[in-house]
Each structure stands twice: as structure tokens, then as C-alpha cells.
């Protein structure tokens, strides 16, 4: 597709349980960012890839997310042992390096009950 | 690290009325600043941007101005419509195609 995927659109995972997020960047964009949305908040910035580097991992909460994007393209953003507070919208959004423009995906809903 | 903070956190205007949204930022080293636009339950969409070398940018209805000494950035939506109703999110970056820090958001209602 042209735009930003991101699956699955909805995951409900128990306390405890660990979720992988996917996200597929469009086609060429060599920057690529997660983000976790809370209700009514705006972007928090998690990670930061350029290709299969990861720039910038300061926004990650603690050390059970841990994202990868291992061949520069798709990436996975992993939350081991979920807690409740980690319920949140997960934004993936790539561009390319130097340009404006971050396209966001439509974001990964997590329940954690 | 960059900080940046949005208001107000909810505006409801008249359709016609003009609608303005104020940001600051922390960062000096931010030069790249742009509004997303968020219906519910959408994914954020960029309606405008703005680079620290250019003071305003209009884009139709939509106009962003910058002041890079106060560092404050803000947008004006002029003759606004109902279909403008929805959350506004001002960012920061460094550099275009960098790490976006996001505003807290603007919840716009424009009612007919």
C-alpha cells in the first residue's frame, strides 16, 4: 500500500502477557519513529530508527519495550510482561532523512486488563 | 531535552470565527515545527509546517507564524467550518526527518 501500516489495529493482551506491534513504512522512507499516544495526549516519542539503526531509544519507558528493525524496513516494537499502564494507542510514522513530512500509520489500540 | 507546550487545551468557536493556537518550545536547536491535524479515532495528518529560516507560512485558510527569539510558534485558521473540529498538535524537531516532541493538543470545536 502507499501509506503506513501498522497491525494489529487492536490488541487486548492479559497483565503479564507480551505483545509484539508491527509497523511497515512506506517504501523508501529511511527514518522511522514510534510513539505512544495516551487518551487525550498527544504523541510521546518512544525510538527512532534511520534504516536498521536505532538513533534514539530514549523515549522507551522502561527495559521491557524494546523495538528492531532489522532489515531496515518493517519493525516490531515489543512490550514484555504488560502492565496497565502501558494501554495506550502505539504510532509508528516514517519519513525520509532531511525531509518534513512524518506519515503516520493508524496506530496499534492496546488493552492491557 | 525539548519541551513543548500547547494552548489552550480546548477552543470552540462560531463558524467564521478564526481560531489561533499558541506553542512554545524549550529547545533553541529546534529549527523544524509542524501541525498535525486528528480526528477521532484517525491517524495524525500534517496540515502545515513551518522552518526556523521563515517567519509565517500561509496555506489557504491555514497560516503558521514563528517567533524564533521568543520561541513561540502558532496557527491561524481563519473562516473556520465544522469540518475543522477535531485535535490540533503542535511539534518540535531539530532538523526535518528527526525524533517530532508533540504538544499536549488542542481540541477544536467549530459549531454552525
Known amino acids: 500500500g502507499a501509506g503506513v501500516s501498522q497491525s494489529p489495529r487492536y490488541k487486548v493482551a492479559k497483565r503479564g502477557q507480551d505483545v509484539a506491534l508491527r509497523c511497515d513504512p512506506i517504501?523508501?522512507?529511511?527514518?522511522l519513529f514510534w510513539y505512544q499516544q495516551a487518551l487525550g495526549q498527544g504523541p510521546e516519542f518512544l525510538t527512532y530508527?534511520?534504516?536498521?539503526?536505532?538513533?534514539?531509544k530514549s523515549g522507551l519507558p522502561s527495559d521491557r519495550f524494546f523495538a528492531e528493525r532489522p532489515e531496515g524496513s518493517v519493525s516490531t516494537l515489543k512490550i514484555q510482561r504488560t502492565q496497565q499502564e502501558d494501554s495506550a494507542v502505539y504510532l509508528c510514522?516514517?519519513?525520509?532523512?532531511?525531509?518534513?513530512?512524518?506519515?503516520f500509520g493508524q496506530g496499534t489500540r492496546l488493552t492491557v486488563v | 531535552g525539548e519541551n513543548v507546550e500547547q494552548h489552550p487545551s480546548t477552543l470552540s468557536v462560531q463558524e467564521g470565527d478564526s481560531a489561533v493556537i499558541k506553542c512554545t518550545y524549550s529547545d533553541s536547536a529546534s529549527n523544524y515545527f509542524p501541525w498535525y491535524k486528528q480526528e477521532l479515532g484517525k491517524r495524525p495528518q500534517l496540515i502545515i509546517d513551518?522552518?526556523?529560516?521563515?517567519g509565517e507560512k500561509k496555506d489557504q485558510r491555514i497560516a503558521v507564524t514563528l517567533n524564533k527569539t521568543a520561541k513561540h510558534f502558532s496557527l491561524h485558521i481563519t473562516e473556520t467550518q465544522p469540518e475543522d473540529s477535531a485535535v490540533y498538535f503542535c511539534?518540535?524537531?531539530?532538523?526535518?526527518?528527526?525524533?517530532?516532541?508533540f504538544g499536549k493538543g488542542t481540541t477544536l470545536s467549530v459549531s454552525s
Open positions: 517504501s523508501g522512507h529511511v527514518s
Open positions: 530508527f534511520q534504516n536498521e539503526a536505532q538513533l534514539d
Open positions: 511539534a518540535a524537531s531539530d532538523q526535518a526527518g528527526t525524533a517530532l516532541i
Open positions: 513551518i522552518r526556523s529560516n521563515v
Open positions: 510514522a516514517s519519513s525520509l532523512p532531511t525531509m518534513g513530512e512524518a506519515f
